[in-house]
C-alpha cells in the first residue's frame, strides 16, 4: 500500500532559502498512526495533524537531499522548460528510491520513490513490500498527467489551487492507495475518464 503522494520544490524558490522545501500538495492514505500509536494517543486532533505535515515534511527534505545529490553527480544543468515539453521532461526526468528507517519519520520502514522534474519533486511513500516497479509506474503517470492536465510547467503554475484536481487523479490511478495492476484495455479507460474529467 502507498502511505502517502506528495509534491513539493526541488530547487530553491525566491522565497526560499538554498536547501529547504515547501509541500505544495500532500495526500495521506491509509490509518493515522496517532491514533494507533499509544504515544501519541493522547494527542488532540491539532495536535495530530501538525504531527502528519512534520512527517511529510522530512520525508520532502529527504528527497530534496536526494535530487540535489543526483543532479550533481550527473552534472546536467537544469534548463527551462515551457508548456508542450511535458514528455520530454518527464523522459529526462531524475528518479530514485530512498529507504526510511523505522521510526524516521514513519513507525515502520518505508520506501520513497521520487521523481525530480525541473522545480517539482513527485513522491510516493510506500511500505517496503510493495512492488517498487509497479509503483514506479504509476508514480511516471500521475506525474505525466499532472504535468499534461493541470500544466504545472509554468512559471504562474499554482499547484495549490488544483489540489481537487489533483484528488481526482489519485482517486482513479491510486484508489485508497491501492497499486493497480493495469492491462492495456484497463489503462486506456481509464486515461478516457481522465481526459474526459480534465476537459471540464
Same mark, same amino acid.
Given at each position: 500500500?502507498?502511505?502517502?503522494?506528495?509534491?513539493? #520544490?526541488?530547487?530553491?524558490?525566491?522565497?526560499? +532559502?538554498? =536547501?529547504?522545501?515547501?509541500?505544495?500538495? %500532500?495526500?495521506?492514505?491509509? &490509518?493515522? !498512526?496517532?491514533?494507533?500509536?499509544?504515544?501519541?494517543?493522547?494527542?488532540? &486532533?491539532? /495536535?495530530?495533524?501538525?504531527?502528519?505535515? !512534520?512527517?511529510? %515534511?522530512?520525508?520532502?527534505?529527504?528527497?530534496?537531499?536526494?535530487?540535489?545529490?543526483?543532479? !550533481?553527480?550527473?552534472?546536467?544543468?537544469?534548463?527551462?522548460?515551457?508548456?508542450?515539453? /511535458? $514528455?520530454?521532461?518527464?523522459?529526462?526526468?531524475?528518479?530514485?528510491?530512498?529507504?526510511?528507517?523505522?521510526?524516521? &519519520?514513519?513507525?515502520?520502514?518505508?520506501?520513497?520513490?521520487?521523481?525530480?522534474?525541473?522545480?517539482?519533486?513527485? #513522491?510516493?511513500?510506500? /511500505?517496503?513490500? /510493495?512492488?517498487?516497479?509497479? $509503483?514506479? =509506474?504509476?508514480?511516471?503517470?500521475? #506525474?505525466?498527467?499532472?504535468?499534461?492536465?493541470?500544466?504545472?510547467? =509554468?512559471?504562474?503554475?499554482?499547484?495549490?489551487?488544483?489540489?481537487?484536481?489533483?484528488?481526482?487523479?489519485?482517486?482513479?490511478?491510486?484508489?485508497? =492507495?491501492?497499486?493497480?495492476?493495469?492491462?492495456?484495455?484497463?489503462?486506456? +479507460?481509464?486515461?478516457? !475518464?481522465?481526459?474526459?474529467?480534465?476537459?471540464?
Amino acid at each position: 500500500m502507498v502511505r502517502c503522494f506528495l509534491i513539493h #520544490t526541488v530547487c530553491p524558490v525566491s522565497a526560499l +532559502s538554498a =536547501g529547504e522545501c515547501r509541500v505544495l500538495y %500532500s495526500r495521506l492514505f491509509g &490509518p493515522d !498512526e496517532a491514533l494507533l500509536s499509544e504515544r501519541y494517543r493522547g494527542l488532540s &486532533p491539532e /495536535e495530530r495533524r501538525l504531527l502528519q505535515k !512534520e512527517k511529510i %515534511s522530512v520525508v520532502a527534505r529527504q528527497v530534496l537531499s536526494a535530487v540535489s545529490l543526483s543532479r !550533481e553527480a550527473s552534472g546536467r544543468q537544469l534548463v527551462d522548460a515551457v508548456p508542450g515539453e /511535458e $514528455a520530454l521532461v518527464l523522459q529526462d526526468a531524475d528518479s530514485g528510491v530512498v529507504r526510511l528507517r523505522a521510526g524516521d &519519520p514513519f513507525s515502520e520502514e518505508m520506501s520513497v520513490l521520487w521523481l525530480g522534474v525541473q522545480s517539482l519533486g513527485f #513522491t510516493l511513500v510506500c /511500505e517496503p513490500h /510493495e512492488n517498487l516497479m509497479l $509503483a514506479e =509506474g504509476v508514480l511516471r503517470n500521475l #506525474t505525466r498527467h499532472c504535468l499534461e492536465n493541470l500544466h504545472m510547467l =509554468g512559471q504562474n503554475s499554482e499547484v495549490l489551487l488544483k489540489s481537487s484536481r489533483i484528488d481526482v487523479l489519485l482517486s482513479r490511478l491510486l484508489p485508497h =492507495g491501492q497499486l493497480l495492476f493495469l492491462n492495456h484495455r484497463f489503462a486506456q +479507460s481509464l486515461e478516457k !475518464e481522465v481526459a474526459a474529467y480534465m476537459a471540464k
